[in-house]
């Protein structure tokens, strides 16, 4: 089997080669989704090695057992997926209670735009320290529909919620966030991602 035809092949077409064995298959899916998967995971546990290993470690559960993923249940691989990824992200959150790291690395440069940088690297953090403030359902409905842009329905399915559920912890967990800052008197970022 070439690579270039697995690259034409829909992710439910490779995880039926995976079922038979086809490493190639298997090494498509990875490098296909790899990365988003990793985002979804960094985003929950806000830990780099902790979200490599559950996303490496939720491929090799596929990789040895890909009957697991059955698509006559009607989901997308990749939402199917999401869904495996994100709840190995909280098991693993619930099981280590880190608190961020909030570094701020600023290269050298003119001390205009050193002073700007640094100020967008510390909304940024402090962003992130909000979200992370909200309990975990509200974490994962604003990280899958603003970080992940995923469809609400999407997001809904992952999260094994209803649509209507699903807009209302986005709701909640937007007005969470002003609640956050208020409380922390503190100048209020951009809320154009959650928009």
């Known amino acids: 089997m070439a690579g270039t035809a697995n690259e034409n092949m829909t992710d439910e077409n490779l995880?039926?080669?995976v079922k038979i064995g086809y490493h190639q298959a298997f090494s498509e899916l990875v490098?296909?989704?790899t990365q988003k998967f990793f985002n979804l995971a960094y985003r929950t546990l806000g830990n780099e090695r902790d979200a490599e290993d559950v996303?490496?470690?939720?491929?090799?559960?596929i990789w040895r057992k890909p009957s697991l993923y059955n698509a006559e249940r009607g989901a997308k691989f990749t939402t199917w997926f999401y869904r495996?990824?994100?709840?190995a992200s909280i098991d693993m959150k619930r099981k280590t209670k880190r608190d961020l790291p909030l570094v701020i690395d600023v290269p050298?440069?003119?001390?205009?735009?050193?002073?700007?940088?640094l100020m967008a690297k510390q909304s940024q953090a402090k962003l992130e320290e909000a979200i992370h403030s909200l309990p975990e359902r509200?974490?994962?409905?604003?990280?899958?529909?603003y970080y992940q842009n995923l469809p609400q329905k999407e997001a809904a399915e992952i999260m094994g919620v209803g649509l209507k559920a699903l807009e209302s912890l986005l709701s909640r967990g937007k007005?969470?966030?002003?609640?956050?800052?208020?409380?922390?008197s503190l100048q209020e970022i951009d809320y154009a991602t959650f928009q």
């Open 108 to 117: 050298e440069e003119d001390d205009a735009r050193q002073d700007k940088r």
């Open 175 to 184: 007005a969470g966030l002003k609640d956050y800052f208020a409380r922390e």
């Open 31 to 33: 490098n296909r989704h």
């Open 55 to 61: 996303v490496q470690d939720s491929f090799v559960k």
């Open 15 to 17: 995880m039926e080669l």
């Open 138 to 145: 509200k974490q994962a409905a604003l990280n899958l529909c």
């Open 84 to 87: 495996v990824i994100f709840n």
